[in-house]
Structure formats: C-alpha cells, structure tokens
C-alpha cells in the first residue's frame, strides 16, 4: 500500500485506520510524505505505517511523489502496489479485490472511484461537480468495461503488478498524472481494467477556494494533455492496432463537461450565423442533432447516478456554471502556466 501525502494531517488517520483494517499478513503500509510542514510523517508513524519523507520545492506534484515511493519499493519489491490518496475512504474489501485482480491478470486495476460533495457547508455549484465527476469515473468507465474495453486511471484506487512500473516513466511531473499513466500503460500493452466491484471515496474541498485549485488543476492537466498527447497516440494506435490505446486515446479527447458544452453552443451558433447569410442548412442541422444527443446523453446520465445529487432546476443551471469557467479557459488558450498547488480543505 502507497499513500502519497502532503500536509494531509487533518485527514490522514482516518485513511491508514481504514486501510489497516483491510491489511493481510505480510502486506506493507507505505506513506511518502512529500514536502511536508506539517504532522503528517509522525502521524503515519504513530499508526504504525512505513515513512520515507521526500524534500524537493523545485519538482512538487503527486508524480515526483509516486516515483520516490516506488524506488523506495525497489530492493525488495512487492508483488502488487496499491495507491491510494491520503484523503480518501475504502468499502469494505476494496483493497484485497483490487490487489487480487491486479495479481491474477497482470494488469493495471482502477476502483470504482466516487468524488462526494461536502459533509456540511458545500461550495456553490458542488452538485453539479459531483453529477459531472460520475458521468466521467464511473458511467464511462463502466460502459468500456462491459464492452471489455479498458478505462483511465482516476488518482486513487489504484492496483498496479510490479512489473507495469518498469514500462512508464513516473517521474513525469504532469498536472494530469492519473490520465497520462494510464495512456502509457494502455500503449505499453497493460491497459488499466476498472473494477466496479471495489469502491473508493473522497469528498470535495469545503471552500470555494480549495473547489477552483482543484478543478483549475485537473482540467488544466486534461486540456494540456489533449493538445500535447492525444492525436500522437491516436495516429500510432492506429499504426500498430493497438485498440485499448485507440479507445482510451479518444475517451480522453473528451474535454470537461462544462467545456463540452459550452463548444456546442459555439457550434449551434456559428451554424445558425452560417444558415442565415447563405441559406446553407447542413452545418445547422448537424449541430442540431448533436445538440440533441448530448442533452439526451446528460438526461440518461442524471436519471441513472445525478438524481440524489442534484435536482433537475439546479442542472438546468449548468450553463450558469460552464460561464464561471471561461477565465480558467482563456488562461489556459493563452498559456498561462498552472503549478501543482494542493487543495485547501478547510
């Protein structure tokens, strides 16, 4: 077990008790504590976990972490590691179903990964946040794994056989570190499977302020890996028919709902602009009907995982939220350089 913290002592016990209680004989509980200044290494030490700590301001974000880890793992190294984020809770089970599968297929093993909303005190708009994080984690997820098409890895949940690590490069320093890992195990051969059996959880900043860092840093890190990876992977998927990497490489095209939608719009318009000064009705048409499948698509989606989270008046609003997000869009188009920051949570 691998827990990468950063001044996580406000949350870190809960996570290695629960971890503990889902240890086998002979299992290692490994916390890095990365760049802390806070309790976070004595805590995990009082509850009997394995601490290395790691100092480096200059190269910080969860990747720099894992890497130091798993080196540290290396001259006695196990048969599968687990990831799992200091923040975050287990059912019952998890642990030993993902490890197990992870062992008996050889390949990558992502949990069923649920992001909730506040326990008090939740953030504007954080129903549609969690409505959007469970179309993406699991709807999508689950419809690749019952076509037997395998998913991306989500941060935490995370069962990997030793041997995957020797054919990725960790130490990448991407913001998007989950989605890339699993890019490059899909076109090392070992594409993640999900596991929609095991279950893992972790809660939305309750500040507004800790909401933005961390959705500034995750599509950020989705849109730069969009620019920079995908048509590559695309187009050598296709050369070498490796399929999983071609249906991972287009699932990650898929920009952020918000993002997704407000590019419709765009479309319709521009369509609707087009029809009007030269009477050409195709463009408009076709963005009519993909207008119409998106809605229906997010219809189903609500209808199947959004209902407890968020009511029909409050989705209706999601335009209202996609707007909200048109700063932290211009200032990636421009380039604006956005470093790993953790998430405040209190």
């Not at 709807?139 to 395998?150: D, E, Q, T």
């Not at 990650?252 to 319709?268: I, K, R």
Request: aromatic share 6%.
């Amino acid at each position: 077990m691998l827990v990468p913290a950063h001044d996580e002592a406000l949350v870190i016990t809960e996570t290695l008790l629960n971890i503990r209680d889902q240890l086998s004989p002979g299992d290692r509980l490994l916390v890095v504590a990365d760049n802390c200044t806070d309790a976070t290494a004595e805590i995990a030490e009082n509850l009997g976990a394995e601490v290395v700590r790691r100092t480096d301001t200059t190269r910080r974000g969860k990747s720099y972490a894992l890497d130091f880890g798993i080196r540290h793992l290396a001259s006695n190294p196990p048969d599968v590691v687990i990831i799992v984020d200091a923040d975050c809770a287990l059912d019952s089970g998890c642990l030993p179903t993902i490890g197990k599968e992870a062992y008996e297929t050889g390949r990558p093993v992502q949990a069923h990964y649920e992001l909730l909303a506040p326990a008090e005190s939740p953030p504007p708009r954080v129903g549609i946040a969690v409505f959007a994080a469970k179309v993406k984690n699991y709807l999508r997820a689950l419809g690749f794994y019952n076509v037997g098409l395998p998913c991306q890895l989500m941060g935490t949940g995370m069962a990997f056989p030793w041997g995957a690590f020797s054919k990725v490069d960790l130490n990448s320093g991407e913001l998007a570190e989950d989605l890339v890992l699993g890019l490059d195990l899909a076109r090392a051969g070992i594409p993640p499977m999900f596991c929609p059996t095991a279950r893992v959880t972790s809660r939305f900043p309750v500040s507004e302020e800790g909401s933005q860092t961390q959705r500034a840093r995750w599509e950020t890190g989705h849109l730069t890996t969009i620019a920079r990876r995908v048509p590559l992977l695309l187009s050598e998927a296709i050369t070498s028919r490796n399929w999983p990497l071609f249906a991972l490489a287009l699932d990650a095209a898929v920009p952020p709902l918000a993002l997704h939608a407000m590019a419709l719009a765009v479309f319709g318009v521009a369509s609707l602009i087009w029809a009007l000064l030269t009477g050409v009705t195709s463009p408009l048409i076709l963005a009519a009907a993909i207008a119409a499948a998106f809605t229906i698509a997010v219809a189903l989606a609500w209808q199947s995982v959004g209902r407890d989270n968020i009511t029909l008046i409050e989705l209706a609003r999601a335009p209202a939220y996609a707007i909200s997000k048109l700063s932290l869009y211009a200032q990636i188009l421009k380039g604006k350089h956005i470093s790993w920051i953790r998430s405040k949570r209190d």
